[in-house]
Structures are given as C-alpha cells and as structure tokens.
C-alpha cells in the first residue's frame, strides 16, 4: 500500500484531475470530502468524453463530481495481498482505495501487487 496517496476533491475540475492523474502516472483516483472521507473514484476513462467534449465544443469543463463513480470498491489495511489479488483479478480495478474506518489512508494499485507477488515467488515466501 502507498500511504503517500494522491486523491482529488469532488469540486476538482476534470482538466485539474486530468493533469494531476498524469502527473502522479496514475489511472485514477480516490474523491475524498476535506475529512478524507471516502466518496467517490474517477478514472481515466471518466474523463475522457468530457475533455473530447471540452475540446470539440471549445467550452469549460465541470466538476469531478459530475463523473465520478459513487459506488467504491475500496480494501481494509488488514487484507492480505493474495484477497487483492483476487478482487483485482475479478472485478478489474487498476487501483483500490485503502479505507480505515471511512477515511482514505492509502492506495494500492495492481503494480503494488504485482511487485509484492514477484517478490514473494523469488523468495518462495507464501503471502
């Protein structure tokens, strides 16, 4: 897990999100309330029709509230990586919000769990 996590507010401009999703080479993030407060996910894939929009149209864009997904799937810090793995596997999310009593405290993305998989087969250490 990284606990140095990025995350954006639901009233971030999708250009702003877009910009700092790039930044932090990153797939999507976490929308948090200022308590950090879990309340959303944007992905890359959110924010592609209204930039095309936004570009094709010449006008402003919105907030990320109005693209986010409300429905989160987030993890505990207490799962193993091998549970992950499998969520990951099954519903495909590139990134999990890591949630500790409703708060945001980290994030773990597939590279996390690959690196940690691949360590542990080097290792022949059981995770």
Same mark, same amino acid.
């Given at each position: 897990?990284?606990?140095?996590?990025? !995350?954006?507010?639901?009233?971030?401009?999708?250009?702003?999100? %877009? $910009?700092?999703? /790039?930044? !932090? #080479? &990153?797939?999507? %993030?976490?929308?948090?309330?200022?308590?950090? !407060?879990?309340?959303?996910?944007?992905?890359?894939?959110?924010?592609?029709?209204?930039?095309?929009? %936004?570009?094709?149209?010449?006008?402003?864009? /919105?907030? =990320? $509230?109005? =693209?986010? !997904?409300? *429905?989160?799937?987030?993890?505990?810090?207490?799962?193993?990586?091998? *549970?992950? /793995?499998?969520?990951?596997?099954?519903?495909?999310? #590139?990134?999990?919000?890591? =949630? $500790?009593?409703?708060?945001?405290?980290?994030?773990? @993305?597939?590279?996390? =769990?690959?690196?940690?998989? &691949?360590?542990?087969?080097? @290792?022949?250490?059981?995770?």
């Amino acid at each position: 897990m990284s606990r140095d996590t990025f !995350h954006v507010y639901s009233n971030t401009r999708i250009d702003d999100c %877009a $910009e700092q999703l /790039a930044r !932090h #080479k &990153l797939s999507g %993030a976490p929308v948090t309330d200022r308590y950090d !407060h879990v309340i959303g996910f944007v992905s890359e894939q959110d924010l592609l029709e209204p930039l095309s929009q %936004a570009v094709y149209y010449c006008h402003s864009l /919105a907030d =990320v $509230e109005s =693209v986010m !997904h409300e *429905q989160v799937l987030s993890v505990s810090p207490s799962m193993q990586v091998m *549970q992950v /793995a499998k969520l990951m596997m099954e519903d495909k999310p #590139k990134i999990f919000p890591v =949630v $500790e009593d409703g708060r945001l405290i980290g994030v773990i @993305t597939r590279r996390i =769990v690959m690196q940690t998989l &691949l360590k542990a087969q080097k @290792t022949c250490i059981p995770v």
